[in-house]
């Protein structure tokens, strides 16, 4: 168990100047972190919200400081972003008399895929996942997005676990597109699971739009019940849209897990 009065946490999120529900997950999951009193302190901050990553260290009291990313993957962010603002030169820095440990992001931990697999099963309503295809959504680029490797890693494993008919990772912007998703699945269920860590445009406006299941429109997720209208019936399937996996309560013993593997590790 993880208990450290004497340090603080920093929870780092994206944000978003548009959509105020994406910082609403890494909120959260810092206000539930203070009310199980794991931390002496906990502060969130973000790329494109206030506290700005520049800011947070200037709000601390303690000068043991652990830092988990709130993000699906490694990536830009996590490797250059995150560092450059905050001043890091490796896992371990000394900086200003503090001691600041930077741990993996959320989104490496084993536990996604049972996360995952437990989102799926909520969300369908108790539909026999042996006669469901399982879609996995992630954003997908002709970029360098270490996002799409993940959610091919989480695929590979939830085939593992054989509980679904069939898992698929599909994508927004790469092959398999989710647009596609009737033409290569084949059980008449599917379960589709945004690969994110909030409700942002994408899980509430954009993937809706790809799967055929809403129409364009701009509200805020907080505004719509995409979430609450399953079961959706097209394409001669029946079809069950969960929100992002990052809205996921149980992320926060993720979180104080990553702590625990940063302290695990000799450096």
């Known amino acids: 168990m993880v208990f450290k009065p004497e340090s603080a946490l920093i929870l780092v999120g994206h944000g978003s100047t548009v959509n105020p529900d994406s910082s609403a997950p890494t909120l959260d999951h810092a206000e539930e972190l203070i009310r199980r009193k794991v931390f002496g302190e906990v502060h969130c901050a973000f790329w494109k919200e206030e506290p700005s990553l520049r800011q947070v260290l200037h709000m601390l009291d303690k000068d043991d400081v652990y830092i988990v990313p709130n993000f699906i993957s490694e990536g830009y962010f996590t490797r250059t972003v995150i560092p450059r603002e905050l001043n890091l030169d490796g896992p371990l820095t000394s900086l200003n008399g503090r001691t600041l440990k930077y741990c993996d992001p959320v989104g490496n931990h084993d536990r996604m895929t049972e996360l995952l697999s437990k989102r799926a099963s909520e969300v369908s309503q108790g539909v026999p996942l042996k006669q469901s295809s399982l879609l996995i959504v992630g954003h997908g680029t002709n970029l360098n997005d270490n996002s799409a490797f993940a959610a091919k890693r ?92 990052g809205t996921e309560p149980s992320f926060v013993d993720v979180i104080i897990d990553q702590v625990a593997a940063f302290d695990s590790v000799a450096r």
């Not at 033409?183 to 809706?208: M, R």
Request: hydrophobic share 45%.
């Open 154 to 245: 989480e695929v590979e494993k939830l085939r593992e676990l054989d509980m679904f008919g069939e898992v698929f990772n599909v994508y927004m912007e790469e092959p398999p597109l989710v647009s596609e998703w009737a033409d290569f699945t084949k059980f008449p269920n599917v379960i589709v699971v945004p690969f994110f860590i909030a409700d942002g445009l994408h899980s509430y406006q954009d993937i809706p739009v790809l799967l055929g299941i809403e129409e364009d429109t701009g509200l805020a997720a907080s505004q719509r019940d995409v979430f609450r209208k399953n079961p959706y019936r097209l394409r001669d399937r029946t079809l069950f849209y969960a929100s992002a996996i």
